[in-house]
């Protein structure tokens, strides 16, 4: 179970009437479990405290869960515990078999389960997995959402982040009471498994923005060029993207962002990888070109074995230009 359910970096459900009532905003401030209190999942259930709710969280670090119980938080052993107190679930994971061992695992959530309790998944896994996950709950009476998010931890601490969520649509709406109190964003996108599809789209192309922003700020500081005024010049010309303008790779062109910290914290080379080969995988069984796509994937794996894996995902900007001094 070590090192299964810490997030780095998120349903379909039916409230049980008979335990909330007749109406949903009875059961607005009640526990609301979380589990995984990484990088993306401290600020979230940090969030879901400032708006009120009693926060019932685990993690396998202790250390990560201090600062959320010297909030107010409750801290259990394990997801069963959780699930033992909690009838609504967060969930924010580093991966798919992450997710799978929380849920269905000897210590899981499904073994403790209550009829009716609302499960939100919102790691990035892969979309058969979070179908796999809605068929286990809804064996157990429970009812599964997959929410996956982007905006990175910066949003995450400020209750910015984007929602996709995937689920049935009527329940969608009554959970946009959690959602809204962690983001700014709320999408519905289908049934369960679309919201991971749309994250993993989404995530492909910031990787292929991320490198393209890389080469052409490599290129024109070899060119003589200032990369603040590059920088200034594609911010206010067709070449303008969330990779130039709010997430800068090149040291000393912004502030508050990985690039001015050495490339600590943000999103990490590994998990852009990990997210990437699930995009792989998913245009592999649907047959689906993605010549750029795979490129990333192969890129951001050789960083990896670079020494760049828990380096933000912006070091590729550090890597090309090691690469062009070898």
Request: proline content about 5%; aromatic content about 8%.
């Amino acid at each position: 179970m070590a090192a299964l359910f810490r997030g780095s970096r998120s349903i379909c459900f039916r409230w049980n009437k008979h335990v909330f009532g007749s109406t949903r905003s009875m059961a607005s401030k009640t526990p609301v479990g979380f589990i995984g209190l990484g990088n993306m999942g401290s600020p979230m259930a940090k969030n879901l405290i400032k708006n009120g709710y009693p926060v019932i969280a685990t993690d396998v670090f202790p250390e990560c869960c201090k600062e959320l119980q010297d909030l107010g938080a409750q801290v259990v052993d394990s997801p069963a515990y959780v699930a033992e107190k909690a009838d609504r679930i967060i969930t924010m994971l580093p991966s798919s078999p992450n997710v799978i061992e929380v849920y269905t695992g000897s210590n899981g959530i499904l073994k403790k389960v209550k009829k009716g309790t609302l499960l939100v998944d919102s790691s990035t896994i892969d979309p058969a997995v979070a179908k796999e996950m809605a068929v286990a709950a809804e064996k157990m009476g429970a009812v599964f959402m997959d929410a996956p998010v982007s905006g990175g931890v910066g949003a995450a601490s400020m209750a910015k982040l984007t929602f996709m969520v995937g689920g049935l649509e009527e329940e969608f709406k009554a959970a946009q009471e959690l959602f809204t109190c962690m983001g700014a964003n709320v999408i519905y996108c289908g049934q369960v498994g679309t919201g991971q599809a749309a994250k993993l789209c989404n995530n492909m192309l910031l990787s292929i923005g991320m490198i393209g922003t890389a080469e052409t700020m490599n290129l024109g500081i070899r060119l003589g060029l200032d990369p603040k005024l590059l920088a200034k010049i594609l911010n206010m010309s067709s070449g303008r993207c969330w990779s130039s303008d709010t997430y800068n790779p090149v040291p000393g062109v912004m502030e508050g962002v990985p690039s001015a910290n050495n490339y600590q914290g943000g999103f990490g080379t590994a998990l852009m990888a990990k997210d990437l080969g699930l995009a792989q995988n998913t245009a592999t069984n649907t047959r689906t070109p993605i010549p750029l796509g795979s490129l990333a994937h192969q890129i951001y794996r050789v960083m990896c074995s670079r020494g760049y894996a828990n380096k933000d995902f912006s070091s590729v900007f550090q890597f090309l230009r090691e690469e062009e001094a070898q």
